[in-house]
């Protein structure tokens, strides 16, 4: 309107004739004022662009930060059950995908509701801070997922890892707890905090999973099952190094093995 308003002033008091001076001088100031109006325009559009981007950029990086804390456990500051679910998930796939090995540990706090009953709720949540500490140090190699499984129970998702590694890596965690030294003295395994530890590995899952598969002629309904039997398995395991004394890592194969030897 500025433009507009200064060129009919211009024209009205300059220009008295075609092609004089005035008639020019309107002629070349319309040109230079629409092109400065054009020139502004662009920078403002290029300026609502940029912060469009930077906007969008901003509510990525919130969402991704959203994400990571939708699967961060509160307490421990460890990956949740969701995270170990979607990781657990994942590893499976692949492994079931590509012939990979993978294992699962599962992980329980012996005594631990004597623990609290003893030094408190407070305390209690100390010492599954440090032990969650513990237990993440010690899974470091790449796509290793540690995780609070509920309550006073961890989950290790070891993906490249078979058995052997993944027994090896349990009793490693076991020690890693007993060196924490956190006093327990109503724990029936040892007078400070201790774990039991449940390994299993994707091997027979796997393939008992594929030998069900064949028959129902359901092979990825049954094969996407199998991460559940693998939990079924390491909570098995679980249970028998509960039944030998606590303090201890028990493979589901070793467990097996020993329940046909006493069977017999």
Wanted: aromatic letters at 6%; hydrophobic letters at 45%; a neutral charge.
């Amino acid at each position: 309107m500025c433009v507009w308003i200064f060129d009919i002033a211009l024209a009205s008091v300059l220009n008295a004739g075609r092609f004089d001076v005035g008639w020019y001088t309107g002629r070349i100031y319309g040109l230079l004022a629409t092109s400065f109006v054009l020139l502004v325009l662009l920078y403002e559009n290029s300026m609502l662009y940029a912060a469009l981007l930077e906007t969008h950029a901003s509510e990525r990086k919130k969402a991704a930060e959203l994400e990571r804390l939708t699967g961060i456990d509160s307490l421990t500051g460890i990956a949740n059950r969701r995270a170990f679910d979607k990781a657990l998930d994942q590893e499976w796939r692949r492994t079931v995908r590509h012939g990979t090995p993978l294992s699962l540990l599962l992980i329980d706090v012996d005594c631990f509701k004597r623990f609290n009953d003893t030094y408190g709720h407070i305390e209690g949540d100390h010492c599954l801070q440090a032990i969650a500490v513990v237990l993440a140090t010690n899974a470091r190699r790449a796509g290793e997922v540690v995780a609070r499984f509920g309550g006073e129970e961890f989950a290790a998702v070891l993906p490249h890892a078979d058995e052997s590694k993944a027994y090896t890596l349990a009793e490693r965690m076991c020690q890693a707890v007993r060196d924490l030294k956190i006093p327990h003295e109503n724990s029936v395994a040892a007078p400070h905090v201790t774990i039991s530890v449940g390994v299993a590995s994707a091997a027979r899952v796997i393939a008992s999973a594929v030998g069900e598969a064949s028959r129902s002629n359901g092979s990825e309904q049954d094969l996407r099952s199998g991460a559940r039997r693998l939990i079924e398995t390491a909570d098995r395991a679980l249970y028998a190094a509960k039944e030998t004394g606590r303090d201890r890592a028990v493979s589901a194969d070793r467990a097996q093995d020993e329940a046909k030897r006493s069977a017999a």
